[in-house]
């Protein structure tokens, strides 16, 4: 018997709960023990947005996210969240507004530029997530050794702007192009540029010669001159954050139409899918999960498109649920 897309979004909802819950235990937050570990660096830009969206149903979860952040808001990058929201649109923007006037109440005044962009609105606000629900500061600061909070380190050495995005990215690939650099770190692609000819100039990273035949510039760089910054506990995984949460809510949005329209025929329940499928898959495409969705429109509009999308939605739940992230890049171990 298939799966309802009921229950498959109710899975997927409680996997990715789960997920965000331990990233916050990971990295300091004050919820109890972590159901599994994390096997990335988190990107604490994205986990705030995705907070907004798939911590909403889960008071506990944005307690714990407030808490963290009370205390170690300056953490967060709040130009390029703002540069991911726009490009991804993972956020509740409400729930967002209503986070960024706790955030500002909190001390965090630099927090005001988001409340600008995303106005509060009391009237939506639950009130466990409103602003004046206190915080019970139990959280703690990151711990500068543990592989979850990586970035967070390289944002403490590097300060607050793409430098820290980008040796984090070049420290797990060792070589790559700008453009794919600047795609994957979710910072603008002149940005990343700029910062790259002033590494280079620096002889942090290098130019790799190229052939007449390659028109992109590739950089490269030597991960033992920075041996000393890896985590020692073992090892993690590079996750574009930003692709994997855009995809998951572009696949929770199309199951919730699947369930308005499950009494409609499996031609009409297909082309709904096709007509979402594209950028459902170039999300999980960008995030490396490139077998998932890969082969989308090679199916026909009805129940074999339907069973694909059901069979690639139950192996990305999976992949999350187990954290098997192994197809990413590992941070070097040797």
């Not at 390659?214 to 996750?239: H, M, T």
Request: glycine share 6%; charged share 25%; hydrophobic share 40%.
């Amino acid at each position: 018997m298939k799966e309802s897309f009921q229950n498959l979004a109710e899975r997927i909802d409680d996997t990715v709960s789960q997920l965000i819950w331990d990233q916050w235990s990971a990295i300091g937050g004050s919820g109890s023990q972590q159901e599994a570990p994390v096997p990335f660096a988190v990107d604490i830009d994205a986990l705030v947005l995705a907070t907004t969206r798939f911590g909403r149903s889960d008071p506990r979860i944005l307690e714990q996210a407030k808490d963290w952040l009370a205390m170690n808001g300056k953490l967060v990058n709040l130009q390029r969240l703002k540069n991911i929201q726009r490009s991804a649109r993972i956020a509740d923007e409400k729930a967002l507004g209503a986070l960024a006037e706790f955030m500002v109440g909190e001390k965090h005044h630099n927090w005001k530029t988001l409340l600008k962009t995303f106005p509060a609105h009391h009237d939506t606000v639950s009130e466990t997530s409103s602003p004046w629900n206190p915080v019970r500061q139990l959280s703690r600061k990151p711990s500068p050794h543990a592989p979850e909070c990586f970035l967070i380190r390289l944002r403490n050495f590097f300060g607050m702007n793409a430098r820290a995005e980008i040796m984090l990215w070049m420290l797990t690939h060792r070589e790559g192009h700008a453009a794919r650099i600047a795609r994957d770190i979710s910072w603008l692609p002149k940005t990343v540029q700029v910062v790259l000819n002033e590494l280079c100039m620096s002889d942090t990273i290098h130019l790799t010669p190229r052939s007449r035949e390659v028109r992109e510039k590739s950089y490269s760089i030597c991960d033992e001159n920075w041996r000393s910054l890896f985590p020692q506990a073992g090892p993690v995984f590079w996750v574009a954050q930003p692709p994997l949460y855009d995809g998951l809510r572009r696949l929770s949005a199309l199951l919730e139409l699947l369930q308005e329209r499950e009494s409609a025929t499996d031609q009409i329940k297909g082309m709904t899918v096709r007509k979402h499928f594209k950028e459902i898959a170039i999300a999980f495409g960008d995030a490396d999960f490139d077998p998932v969705f890969f082969q989308w429109d090679k199916y026909g509009s009805g129940e074999e498109l339907l069973d694909y999308f059901t069979k690639g939605a139950g192996f990305i739940l999976n992949l999350i649920r187990d954290r098997d992230f192994s197809r990413n890049y590992p941070f070097p171990l040797h």
